[in-house]
């Protein structure tokens, strides 16, 4: 085994670097909150709600540029037949960003929430929210491990260990870093991270360019060399697929606690709103060196360098492209520092992912749902607990799936097919009730499993129509495998019908209570009736008696302008005295009282 003795030492030195910068910010802000009674375990979810525009900018746009995205993105600008045209991830996310800062950031930042699943509690009930979570934490889930995955693979070629050791190795790391503190050292050490990998990447570019086996990118974009052009083509049989993708990472980009808890910790909704804007515009810039990385790889005679003749898409390793061309192609002294920048960089993406779904772990299942009289002391154990549960589950996977840009897509099914619409649902219709939810959820999760997954081995059982069985060689195994590949939009259908499925059914179960069709007696969700009984609504309780969970343990706010099931689920101390006036004008319960 060769150990290259300078990378080690590369990547030691910037790992010590974020470790610093990370307990420095941990030192610095432990007592944030404490002035205006705010809990412990609130301020390491959401900070204290102070974050501003310079490190704000950083975090938000390090949110997504961490290892799947620098990683992901060369490795489809290298993949023949794919090439630029199929590398969707730098525009798609990017938009997502707009789209979230235009329609989302502000109403929920303005609310006060503190976590995404907040709202889903508000109007749904706890047990869905339960429901939603599960595939807001696999979504993270993947996103950890497409992390976890590319920074495995960055250390197996510094280092010539087996991937899955380093994969586990880089866990363990990144599962301890986020012990050290909570949103303020992720915030703080998203600077160090960004500032690593544009440094990092761009200092190793030039002398990858003009490496004598580097043949003229301007020319492998369009004519074949080596390889197919890397500028890449859609084929009109894959229109749709790609239509389908895009859909996927601009909208499924949006519902994620990772994104909503950097809105949620902005120190107004208006600097929520600015925040998404400069991370949309830094996405497209940190993609930069990651494109060109991978079109010189389509450019080069791999037979003059230090690889070997065989190319790294003929051995199975295109996903880790990246870091096979800052080790082949540059300078040892720049190579083991691009890589060490930008080892250390994704790790600080990893902890932001983890300590998303414990956040969401700790309050919307553990406190809510279990442990209404749960301590801050409690909660924060409770998160800290699940930092090490969740991240062994993001190692599991990161072992067990092939392509880093696999599980980037797959991050984003399940939240963009079951949680995006419920997330249109609950801020911008009307009306939508827990029946309507449940029924949204089972649409979009039959309709998207039953297309099935090729990077789970899953097949599918609903084949959409456009429908074609492709044959896989694997590189290494020479084994051939039959693939069923679905050519229809069915993600953004199932999505689609997820949206309208919660809208259909919300208000046939308002009407069929309403109008007396059905007793009130059935309405077991408690998701129609309940919500035009004053006696319940006026009580400081949640739910149903005999299963009641007192909104003085569920939010503390101090002073307590409200005891209204809104005020659950907000920080009204944290909002202007005319933002609670508008949201006490537009409010389901003062709606609901004017009824009466």
Not at 129 to 137: K, T, V, W
Not at 235 to 260: A, E
């Amino acid at each position: 085994m060769t150990i290259h003795v300078e990378g080690l030492v590369a990547i030691a030195v910037f790992y010590l670097l974020i470790l610093f910068v990370g307990i420095w910010a941990a030192w610095k802000n432990k007592h944030s909150g404490e002035a205006e009674g705010t809990d412990r375990s609130e301020t390491i979810m959401v900070g204290g709600r102070d974050i501003g525009l310079f490190v704000g900018g950083f975090t938000m746009t390090a949110t997504w540029v961490g290892g799947g995205y620098i990683n992901g993105t060369a490795e489809y600008v290298y993949l023949p037949d794919y090439g630029l045209a199929w590398a969707q991830a730098p525009f798609g996310y990017a938009l997502s960003l707009v789209v979230g800062g235009l329609f989302f950031a502000k109403p929920m930042r303005s609310r006060g929430y503190v976590t995404m699943l907040d709202p889903f509690q508000q109007l749904y009930g706890k047990r869905m929210g339960g429901l939603l979570f599960i595939p807001a934490l696999m979504g993270e889930i993947f996103w950890s491990a497409a992390i976890l995955s590319a920074l495995g693979a960055t250390l197996s070629v510094i280092v010539d260990i087996n991937i899955k050791m380093s994969v586990v190795i880089s866990a363990l790391i990144a599962i301890f870093y986020t012990l050290v503190g909570g949103l303020y050292s992720v915030a703080y050490t998203d600077v160090v991270q960004l500032f690593c990998i544009f440094v990092g990447l761009w200092i190793s570019v030039p002398f990858a360019l003009t490496n004598p086996a580097v043949s003229d990118i301007t020319v492998t974009a369009v004519k074949q060399v080596y390889q197919s052009p890397w500028r890449g083509t859609i084929l009109r049989g894959n229109t749709w697929v790609w239509i389908d993708n895009f859909c996927l990472l601009m909208l499924g980009g949006i519902p994620w606690q990772v994104y909503f808890q950097r809105v949620l910790s902005a120190s107004s909704a208006t600097y929520a709103q600015v925040l998404s804007f400069i991370a949309a515009f830094g996405c497209l810039v940190m993609a930069v060196p990651s494109v060109l990385i991978g079109a010189i790889g389509a450019s080069t005679d791999w037979n003059q360098t230090s690889y070997g003749a065989v190319p790294p898409k003929d051995k199975d390793e295109a996903d880790m492209i990246l870091p096979i061309v800052l080790q082949h192609l540059c300078p040892p002294f720049v190579s083991f520092f691009g890589l060490g920048a930008v080892s250390a960089a994704v790790m600080s993406s990893a902890d932001s992912s983890i300590l998303s779904a414990s956040s969401m772990f700790a309050r919307n299942i553990y406190q809510l749902a279990f442990r209404q009289s749960a301590s801050d002391r409690e909660i924060v154990w409770v998160m800290r607990i699940t930092i090490f549960v969740f991240g062994g589950l993001a190692t599991l996977m990161a072992l067990v799936t092939g392509t880093v840009y696999g599980l980037w897509y797959l991050s984003s099914d399940l939240v963009y097919v079951i949680i995006f619409p419920q997330l249109l649902s609950v801020l911008f219709v009307k009306g939508t009730n827990t029946y309507g939810s449940v029924a949204a959820y089972l649409f979009g999760l039959v309709l998207r499993i039953g297309g099935g997954e090729p990077y789970l081995g899953l097949p599918p059982f609903i084949y959409y129509p456009g429908w074609t069985i492709e044959q896989r060689i694997h590189h290494l195994t020479g084994e051939t495998e039959d693939v069923v590949i679905q050519k229809f939009p069915f993600k953004t259908i199932s999505m689609l019908a997820s949206f309208l499925g919660n809208v259909a059914f919300s208000y046939l179960a308002k009407y069929l209570f309403e109008s007396g069709k059905i007793s009130h007696k059935y309405d077991i969700l408690d998701a129609v009736v309940s919500k035009h009984s004053g006696e319940i609504m006026d009580k400081t309780t949640l739910v149903t008696r005999g299963n009641n969970i007192g909104l003085s343990e569920m939010a503390p706010v101090k002073p307590r302008l409200s005891v209204t099931l809104a005020a659950a689920f907000t920080r009204r101390d944290t909002l202007p005295t005319e933002t609670v006036e508008e949201e006490e004008e537009s409010s389901p319960d003062s709606s609901h009282h004017d009824e009466e």
